[in-house]
């Protein structure tokens, strides 16, 4: 009898083995965007378009690296909006947009899915990666977020260097700005209020920004954001990006979430944490999750954009409501997805 149970222990520990073997086998997933907006094919030369997706590739197989060796979701989002942040392609970092003074102030944000840790930077100007300073401040202070001056204070202090703000300059920006303020211009000499003047702007005149979510082997979920802002952005408006709950959130319980798009619905909509409640109260997927906040209750109010999200099994959805958003994702049972425009 006693034999028998000592054979019945063994073999449900070399069952158990047996499942530990599976679990090296966890599933792990990412996905990254480089922004939501008005996003059309004819916009586009071959040439560059091929660059776009070259782009998103090398930040989305950076970010997957990280995980295939065994690494956290945190090192894989930082890896991958580093990527991003490097391009002059983006809205983040070197190609963030010009404030209405010519400028560059820079807001990032990351979320550890584990216990809910988080770190935030806002309208920072000399600091290369906002994102790797965002999480200094999760890991090195004991604050959540912090803001311009002040926040570059403390990068000093943690030996990151300060750049000058023309580093961030790119053409390309420099004319959309130019764009944007003779339209604000114009329609403020009519209406003589800058409010009616900004919301009289297209859309993709002030949108991009790049982030990542990412859920290790280990079932660790992270979610990172990062961006220039809005174009002619004025009196140190801040956006969702580095908003905890609003454009970046992370849970182990529910799904990760990163945004884009115009971050005053984000803000006011809550959108990355609404998503990753209506997973974890109301047991939705989080293509049904998406969904409900990206099109039901975001695209009816104006609130154009969308969301990247990754859930605890490595399932990936990538909705948003505007004709195109750069995206790609990755994971061990997905091979690589990039894409740029609605229909694919
Ligand atoms: N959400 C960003 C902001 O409002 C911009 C964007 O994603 O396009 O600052």
Redesign the pocket.
Known sequence: MIKSLFAAIIASSAFSYANISYAAEAPFAIAIHG???TIEKSAFTPEQEKQYRAKLTEAVETGYNVLAKGGESLDAVTAAINVLENSPYF?AGRGAVYTYDGAHEL?ASIMDGRDRQAGAVAGVKHVESPINLARLVMEESVHVMLSGQGAEEFAKEQGVPLIENNLFDTESRYKSLLKAKDKLDKAKATSKDYQAAHRALPVNY????VGAVALDKKGNLAAGTS?G??TAKRFGRI???PVIGA?TFAENESCAVS??????Y?IRYNVAADICARVKYQNKTIIQAGDEVVNGVLKPIGGT?GVIIVDNKGNISLPFNTSGMYRASKSNTQPTYVGIFKSE
């Open positions: 922004g939501a907006g809205n807001d002030k949108m991009g920004t961006t802002g809005m956006g969702d990006s454009g945004a884009t798009g115009h971050g005053e984000f954009g």
